[in-house]
């Protein structure tokens, strides 16, 4: 399981040839797990006044980590030519070796280090497009994504595809959703349709786990059909997943796989790996580049990304120290996972119980975070009513989460039209969602509508 | 004691923060304070490479930080934009742009020049360009703009043309002549092949020199260039006179982590108003793409934006010294130009630029017994300064000389932090490493 790999790192060479002492995070006994006065602490520099329940936007990280970056980025600035030359390849590598291990990817070279999943998407569509213009993929074959893709990805195969002279086309989803089989019905008539007219299907982007509305997808099987369609290339927007969700690349199969690791593996804004799988048959991985182009051009993605120009590299560089913090936990990222899974779908139920609303998915689709659905009487309508929603519990209650606006089907009577997505960290305390849940039963009690607040 | 107003090139009313006069200027101590975090063991001559940052404008970005971390929604939501904003204004009075969209602000000139090329790599794509058609840039571009060329402008069909310069270098009509020698031969080959953009330094990084930009932006227009973009990478706190309607471009980059005290990394990119129909965007999307680069710029997803907001704080900083930028920029360029005579005379070499075409860097002619024959060579020296005599400087290799001629050239900057005693340390080392005997064959060994 890839969790064993956690706790051991490759040490990687430095530029002299020789292996450092390897810094061996040990898995905390029983005796030495962190306790909750510890967690409540490296969180300290939270606002304590917000009931912070949305991990899932901006992440967070511990105090020893915020710490350990900060020892780096003094190092730079005390030579920073010094830092260049002896110091800062050797511990990007290290942190790409680390990656490498908890994401069970086989070669070193198949994990780049970039800024987040939407440089990560950049740099793949880019390559599309350059296929488009090249002859390579014919003008009109298809880039399948779904429905709910991330809004920057979305503009993104606009901006690279599209205007290269591709043809997207979107998966619908329904939400809410109760189970995998609706998700890979629509799937398969996606890939249907893109493959009339003799067009190929060059890439798929899959999420593998929405944003919003919030859902985890079941990609393992989605990339199997699309082996079985004869689509070309797989890429998975996996945003969220490491520290949320199951991350094993052999599993998955994916040809492209970005994850962020400021979101749910505790490390500082920003960093994020792009894994590139080794594929002689389709070329995939060799010609990706970063679009930031550097002296390092052309000796590999992975080598291009950790050279983009004088920049801060620093929050890259304490991988290290986050599978440390992880592993002061019970169970490494897998208890925390785990935990915050069992957490989020209790926290939710408690909710929906007390509004007498529901869940947008089933638990089997849900990591740390979950759809909560709100009263209809808030009369949600519109993406704007949402973001007004939020800002109002931000500013009036001290409670931070994002709504979701669920625009109604034909037929419907009185439907959720609002969802909140709440999230579980190991900050959390159940304290976070009465508040939460208090805030909106008040609002409901005042008659509260968000038409009373759109100007 | 006299203060320079900073606002003296504006040409609109607009205010930025104007700084109250003080009448007593920065002390030496308390620049040695705010600079205390360097290595005091390194005699730092490299500050054209990384910059340097002092700890009142640290401290400041680590609260934007810190805010940040509290409640990262609230920072977004409430803000970020207004910070960039903010940013963008003072740098848009500091550069003398007409409008704020005019800048935007990203990463560093690496960056900007990936930013103008995608554009221009498009425009070979969609047959706005054709085929052929030539991007012109100097034979001492930096090397990562050669690189973004290659893979921007060559990879989409653009022919690529260098103007050869040579150096050492003794007035600046040398490079005028070769500039628009390129230009007009260029033309004569027929109007099929239009030059399309032009990418001029401002300062070049290896070898340094000051190039006389408002001149060839000038040459560009007369030659019907479309674009014109300079690289002024070093440019903003280093050259004097980086005024956008004075240069003329079209696109100007500038990092302001080097010469203008932020930390890693922040740089901005001007954008002329006038230029027609140029679609120019951030490789990386979000869901601002469509909105102008200004605002794609300041959202390129989740990450640590807090290098870009701390401009304002610098700008007190920098107001803090007699003559603001303007007297530090005067008074880096004396001392570096004192500083490299001082080292010619010592080591019986000469500079490579003259007085007028160095800004706060000048490349200084290291003595030919050191055996310079290869860019190996001149690493291994800087490599050897660095570990054996905590110097840091680096070294140019200069193809084509005859043997015993100047063949190496240390690249020395002058910041606020420094002291003449950092160039006695390198003046001691070279002649120590001269009468020792020793050459770079010896250290490749």
């Not at chain 1, 908890?102 to 994990?111: F, P, Q, S």
């Not at chain 1, 052999?250 to 894994?275: E, R, V």
């Amino acid at each position: 399981m890839a969790s064993e790999k956690n706790n051991h790192h490759r040490s990687i060479p430095d530029i002299n040839g020789t292996h450092p002492t390897p810094k061996k995070p040990k898995l905390s006994s029983s005796s030495n797990f962190i306790t909750a006065s510890e967690i409540q602490s490296e969180f300290s520099h939270h606002d304590s006044a917000v009931s912070r329940i949305n991990n899932g936007s901006f992440g967070s990280c511990p105090s020893s980590i915020l710490s350990a970056q900060q020892q780096w980025q003094l190092k730079y600035l005390r030579q920073p030519d010094h830092f260049y030359f002896n110091h800062l390849k050797p511990a990007i590598n290290n942190s790409r070796s680390i990656i490498q291990n908890l994401v069970n990817a086989k070669d070193i070279n198949e994990i780049s280090i970039v800024d987040n999943a939407t440089t990560a998407a950049a740099i793949v569509l880019q390559h599309t497009a350059w296929c488009f213009r090249e002859g390579k993929f014919n003008k009109g074959d298809v880039v399948v994504m779904l429905h709910y893709a991330y809004g920057a990805v979305k503009k993104s195969m606009e901006a690279y595809v599209t205007r290269a002279g591709g043809k997207v086309i979107e998966v619908p989803l329904p939400f809410p959703v109760s189970s995998n089989d609706e998700i890979v019905t629509e799937f398969r008539k996606a890939l249907e349709k893109g493959k009339v007219d003799g067009k190929k299907i060059r890439l798929a982007v899959i999420d593998h786990v929405t944003s919003m509305p919030c859902v985890v997808i079941p990609v393992k099987e989605l990339i199997q059909i699309c082996r079985e369609e004869g689509v070309e290339q797989v890429f998975v927007d996996a945003a969220h997943s490491i520290g949320c969700t199951d991350v094993d690349m052999q599993d998955i199969g994916a040809d492209f796989y970005t994850s962020n690791l400021h979101k749910w593996f505790f490390c500082p804004p920003s960093i994020a790996f792009l894994y590139t799988k080794k594929n002689p048959k389709t070329g995939g991985g060799g010609d990706l580049h970063h679009p930031v182009v550097s002296h390092e051009y052309g000796n590999g993605l992975a080598v291009e990304s950790a050279w983009i120009g004088t920049r801060d590299y620093s929050a890259q560089l304490v991988v290290p120290e986050a599978l440390e913090f992880v592993n002061r936990f019970e169970g490494g990222i897998e208890g925390i996972k785990k935990r915050n899974h069992e957490a989020v779908i209790e926290m939710g139920e408690m909710l929906v119980k007390a509004w007498g609303t529901h869940l947008g998915s089933p638990k089997h689709m849900c990591a740390s975070m979950v759809m909560v659905g709100l009263p209809t009487c808030f009369g949600v309508r519109s993406d704007s009513d949402a973001l007004t929603l939020r800002t109002h519990l931000r500013d009036v209650f001290g409670v931070e989460v994002p709504i979701y606006y669920r625009p109604p089907r034909d037929g419907e009577v009185d439907p959720v039209t609002g969802y909140a997505r709440i999230s579980y960290q190991v900050y959390n305390k159940v304290e976070d969602y009465y508040k939460f849940r208090d805030a909106v039963n008040q609002l409901v009690d005042n008659g509260f509508a968000c038409t009373l607040l759109s100007k | 004691m006299a203060f320079h107003d900073q606002n003296n090139n504006h040409t609109n009313g607009e205010v930025s923060k104007k700084p109250k006069l003080s009448f007593s200027a920065i002390t030496d101590t308390e620049i040695q304070s705010e600079f205390s975090h360097h290595d005091p063991t390194v005699a730092r001559l490299n500050n054209g490479a990384f910059g340097c940052c002092p700890s009142s404008v640290l401290a400041a970005q680590r609260q934007w930080q810190l805010k940040s971390l509290r409640q990262p929604d609230h920072f977004y939501f409430n803000h970020l934009q207004k910070g960039i904003l903010h940013s963008r204004t003072i740098i848009k009075d500091l550069v003398n742009a007409q409008h704020v969209n005019e800048i935007s602000i990203v990463d560093n000139a690496s960056t900007a020049t990936a930013i103008v090329l995608q554009q221009a790599s498009w425009a070979f794509q969609e047959g706005k360009f054709n085929k052929g058609d030539s991007v012109v840039m100097l034979h001492y571009a930096y090397g990562s703009v050669k690189k973004a060329i290659e893979a921007y402008v060559t990879r989409a069909g653009g022919r690529v043309i260098e103007v050869p310069l040579t150096f050492p270098v003794t007035s600046e009509d040398d490079i005028i002549r070769e500039f628009r020698h390129v230009l007009e031969k260029t033309k004569s080959e027929g109007s099929s092949n239009k030059v399309r953009l032009a990418v001029i330094d401002h300062v070049t990084s290896m070898p340094s020199m000051v190039i006389p930009v408002k001149e060839l932006v000038k040459i560009c227009r007369e030659e019907g260039v479309d674009q014109v973009f300079v690289d002024a990478a070093h440019a903003v706190g280093c050259t004097p006179r980086v005024d956008m309607q004075e240069i003329g471009a079209d696109f100007y980059t500038s990092n302001l982590h080097k010469w203008f005290f932020c930390p890693p990394s922040v740089a901005f990119i001007y954008t002329r108003k006038s230029v027609n129909s140029v679609d120019l965007h951030h490789p990386v999307v979000s869901h601002e793409y469509g909105n102008g680069l200004a605002i794609e710029s300041s959202w390129i997803g989740n990450r640590d934006y807090s290098a870009q907001l701390v401009v304002p704080t610098v700008m007190e900083f920098v107001n803090r010294f007699e003559g603001g930028i303007e007297g530090i920029k005067e008074r880096n360029h004396d001392c570096v130009v004192e500083m490299g005579e001082m080292l010619v005379e010592a080591w019986g070499t000469h500079l490579g630029t003259p007085h007028h075409m160095s800004a706060s860097m000048v490349m200084v002619g290291l003595p030919p017994s050191l055996g310079i024959m290869n860019e190996c060579d001149a690493m291994n020296l800087r490599t050897h300064l660095r570990e054996f005599f905590g110097v840091e400087v680096p070294i140019y290799f200069r193809d084509g000389g005859e043997v015993g001629c100047v063949s190496g050239y240390a690249r020395i900057s002058y910041q606020v932090y420094n002291k003449v005693d950092d160039y006695y340390k390198f003046r001691d080392a070279i002649n120590q490493l001269v009468s020792d005997g020793l050459t770079c064959a010896f250290l490749s060994s």
